[in-house]
T-cell receptor, first 115, second 112 residues
């Protein structure tokens, strides 16, 4: 299965600032997914990042707040902009590299606290 | 949109007891996946079910996909402390709908 390196693992940020989260995959993948997970809660899809095109955002998430880059088939970034305490959460990237055999592979997550 | 309901939200068992979590989708699924997330960890893929009525086993874990492809279950026989974590089901709709919709998860705790 794919291996994903996600950085940073955690951060504490001041409100009004921005944080960029990076995910590096050890193989080329068409789609990368960004999820948010509140502590003890389920995973909510933020957007799907395709190489060479604009990311597709889910209802309730907008590009101005969560800009995504996908410069090549192994890398993606998610920026959490103009942060507020409500953005405190765990952010995870994932890929569907091997479908039925391995399902989705997730990065180790970024635990963000906004103060 | 597609919704996946999962129950129970929490389950506490004594080591050696069995455990079951259930998922129900509002729409017919093309497949359903199960993930396990240890405390402080990230979700890890367990299995995918595709066929109507499919049953798969992994050691003490048994996964079922309903005949109508709208519900699924995960059953753990004789739980161990290593089974502790949150179990998520995730359904994928048909056609061009490639996205996974996750259930809310069931947090399993095991008393040794």
């Amino acid at each position: 299965s794919a291996v994903i390196s996600q950085k940073p693992s955690r951060d504490i940020c001041q409100r009004g600032t921005s944080l960029t989260i990076q995910c590096q995959v050890d193989s080329q993948v068409t789609m990368m997914f960004w999820y948010r997970q509140q502590p003890g809660q389920s995973l909510t899809l933020i957007a799907t990042a395709n190489q060479g095109s604009e990311a597709t955002y889910e209802s309730g998430f907008v590009i101005d707040k969560f800009p995504i880059s996908r410069p090549n088939l192994t890398f993606s970034t998610l920026t959490v902009s103009n942060m507020s305490p409500e953005d405190s959460s765990i952010y995870l990237c994932s890929v569907d590299a091997q479908g039925a055999v391995y399902g989705y592979t997730f990065g180790s997550g970024t635990r963000l606290t906004v103060v | 949109g597609q919704q996946v309901m999962q129950i129970p939200q929490y389950q506490h068992v004594q080591e050696g007891e069995d455990f079951t979590t259930y998922c129900n989708s509002s729409t017919t699924l093309s497949n359903i996946q199960w993930y396990k997330q240890r405390p402080g960890g990230h979700p890890v893929f367990l299995i995918q079910l595709v066929k109507s009525g499919e049953v798969k086993k992994q050691k003490r874990l048994t996964f079922q996909f309903g005949e109508a492809k709208k519900n699924s279950s995960l059953h753990i026989t004789a739980t161990q402390t290593t089974d502790v974590g949150t179990y998520f089901c995730a359904g994928r709709g048909g056609g061009s709908n490639y996205k996974l919709t996750f259930g809310k998860g069931t947090l399993l705790t095991v008393n040794p």
